[in-house]
């Protein structure tokens, strides 16, 4: 594998259920993105880990809870969704340092919520 | 804090006809800028990316982007649009201020192809 993937490409899931979603970069970043992307809105940042510490929330809702165990990995834990979380979950990975920071982005993964 | 705006949210050009894509930028330090393409229900993939180095920068698929610290301007531009360049193309500065170094996206441009 290269580049960043992630896992499930698609997604359906009730409103009671609990999900995770998995993202995995083979690039040797150090920094790790979720980010949201819902139609006819621009790409919303969610999560920044950063050497594995997470840098950034940016408000998002408690029924979304991430996790980074290591540098290549990045998890997005989700429990009681609503209809409007329904969305492209993008992934995306970087370097922290030297710049000049671009990311990379996984395939996505399209949830819907019903 | 950075910021850039993308004019026009759907841009249609003939095939063969030149690709023009807009982007302005704020910055209060010299910016690292980008851009992005995505196709249907795929990630956002790379274009080009400007990192000081030179004004004028190339990036796959044939397209190019010219920095203009003047006009605060990244533009996109492509000689020739090919029917396979319909997508949405992203603008993005970097965000220096964040330790994560995230990037502060635009609102995105659709480019329409027709024959």
């Known amino acids: 594998e290269t580049g960043v993937t992630q896992t499930p490409r698609h997604l359906v899931m009730g409103m009671t259920n609990k999900k995770s979603l998995k993202c995995e970069q083979h690039?040797?970043?150090?920094?790790m993105y979720w980010y949201k992307q819902s139609a006819k809105k621009p790409l919303e940042l969610m999560f920044v880990y950063s050497l594995e510490e997470r840098v950034e929330n940016n408000s998002v809702p408690s029924r979304f809870s991430p996790e980074c165990p290591n540098s290549s990995h990045l998890f997005l834990h989700l429990h009681t969704l609503q209809p409007e979380d329904s969305a492209l979950y993008l992934c995306?990975?970087?370097?922290?340092?030297?710049?000049?920071?671009?990311?990379?982005f996984g395939p996505g993964t399209r949830l819907t919520v019903t | 804090a950075q910021s850039v705006t993308q004019l026009g949210s759907h841009v249609s050009v003939s095939e063969g006809a030149l690709v023009l894509l807009r982007c302005n930028y704020s910055s209060s330090v010299p910016p690292y800028l980008f851009w992005y393409v995505q196709y249907p229900n795929q990630g956002l993939q790379l274009l080009l990316k400007y990192t000081s180095a030179a004004t004028l920068v190339k990036g796959i698929n044939g397209f190019e982007a010219e920095f203009k610290k003047s006009e605060t301007s990244f533009h996109l531009t492509k000689p020739s649009a090919h029917m396979s360049d319909a997508a949405e193309y992203f603008c993005?500065?970097?965000?220096?201020?964040?330790?994560?170094?995230?990037?502060?996206f635009g609102k995105g441009t659709t480019l329409s192809v027709s024959s």
């Open positions: 993005a500065v970097s965000d220096l201020g964040q330790a994560g170094t995230a990037l502060i």
């Open positions: 995306a990975s970087s370097q922290k340092t030297g710049g000049p920071y671009e990311q990379y």
């Open positions: 690039l040797g970043h150090n920094a």
